[in-house]
Each structure stands twice: as structure tokens, then as C-alpha cells.
């Protein structure tokens, strides 16, 4: 007799432990009801395509391309001790340039 007492004790506290759990405040699931469907209504943003200038993209990868090619013996000159004095200037432009066609072609 204890023990089914006990048994029965034990599951009435599970039973409301379950349901607190899933009840939280009113105004808490109404505003997640809201927002739910409020995201719902709200088509997604459209993401218009840009027009590509190809002669531009052909410009810029074509100096890409040759001040690429300049670095190596750059760099070789830096290994006997010589630093050009543009190496870093060509650096950055090889960046810049870098982004710019990147930014062009995902776009």
C-alpha cells in the first residue's frame, strides 16, 4: 500500500513537471506565434544581379596577371639583401585588385 502511494505520489510530480515544461508564459508563445508568422508573410529579400563589365574584368585581371608576374624577381632581389622600393605597392594593388574581381564576379 505504501509503495503504490508512493508510486502514484511520483507520478503525479512527473506529470506536472511535464506540463510546466511545455506551458510558459501567454505572452511568450503568443509573441513567438506572432513572429513566426509574421516571418512567414515577409517574402525574402531579392538579390538583383549587377551588370558585369567584362572589358573592366578583362582590364583588371590582364594587371593582375602582370604585376603577378613582377614579384618573383622581387623577391629575389629581397633575398640579396635589396628591397624594391614599389614591392609593397605592388602588393597592395595585387589585394585591391584581387577583391575588386572577386567582388565582380560573385555578385
Known amino acids: 500500500m505504501r509503495s503504490s502511494i508512493l508510486l502514484l505520489f511520483a507520478l503525479l510530480f512527473l506529470a506536472s513537471s511535464a506540463c510546466a515544461q511545455r506551458s510558459g508564459p501567454i505572452g511568450e508563445r503568443q509573441a513567438d506565434r506572432a513572429e513566426d508568422q509574421f516571418n ?6 531579392s538579390r538583383q544581379r549587377q551588370t558585369i563589365d567584362f572589358a573592366k574584368l578583362r582590364v583588371d585581371a590582364g594587371e593582375l596577371a602582370s604585376l603577378a608576374q613582377s614579384i618573383p ?25 584581387a577583391k575588386q574581381l572577386r567582388s565582380q564576379i560573385d555578385h
Open 40 to 45: 512567414k508573410s515577409v517574402p525574402p529579400p
Open 73 to 97: 624577381p622581387a623577391v629575389d632581389q629581397t633575398t640579396k639583401g635589396i628591397l624594391p622600393k614599389d614591392l609593397d605597392q605592388k602588393l597592395k594593388r595585387i589585394e585591391k585588385l
